[in-house]
């Protein structure tokens, strides 16, 4: 039986073959997962979960408080032009679209754009803050509608899915 023994020499020789290698992801953060520090698992798929709101500001008080709904979230990345969009389909059968550019990347990474729903609902939003890793997704907004209603909406995207 023969044995093979693991040498620094070895490692190192590895190590420099692995560093010239272009990787996908060094293009594109939204596709290292947490931004390569936890997983590598991109983005883009189908995950299941919440949107919690918090409105403020109303055109109609009625509207205000803390709101929330299990959705699907189908989101996907055009990363040659630097897009995300997150398609949102709740179980009330309400569709919402986010959709906009993204720059940076780790914990400087900021999502804006357009927000649009299928009750007539519109507005734009920035985000604070996104994390992906294999099995889970949350992302911090802030939403301002800009149609009939106005409210401001502080809002949690959290969901997961099995990978891969």
């Known amino acids: 039986m023969r044995s093979f023994r693991i040498t620094a020499a070895r490692v190192g020789a590895a190590l420099a073959l692995l560093a010239g290698v272009p990787a996908w992801a060094q293009d594109n953060p939204l596709a290292r997962g947490a931004w390569g520090a936890v997983s590598s698992a ?33 989101t996907s990345t055009a990363s040659s032009i630097r ?29 804006s754009g357009d927000y649009s729903c299928s009750d007539g609902k519109h507005g734009t939003f920035t985000s604070r803050s996104i994390l992906v890793t294999a099995n889970a997704l949350s992302i911090h907004l802030d939403v301002k509608l800009d149609t009939t209603e106005t409210c401001a909406i502080e809002a949690v995207i959290g969901a997961g899915r099995f990978y891969p």
């Open 42 to 74: 991109p983005i883009d798929g189908v995950w299941y979960g919440t949107d919690l709101e918090r409105r403020s500001d109303c055109t109609h008080p009625e509207n205000e408080g803390s709101h929330g709904t299990y959705a699907e979230f189908d």
């Open 83 to 111: 897009v995300l969009a997150v398609n949102q389909v709740g179980i009330t059968g309400l569709t919402c679209n986010y959709r906009g550019a993204y720059s940076g990347s780790g914990p400087g990474l900021a999502w």
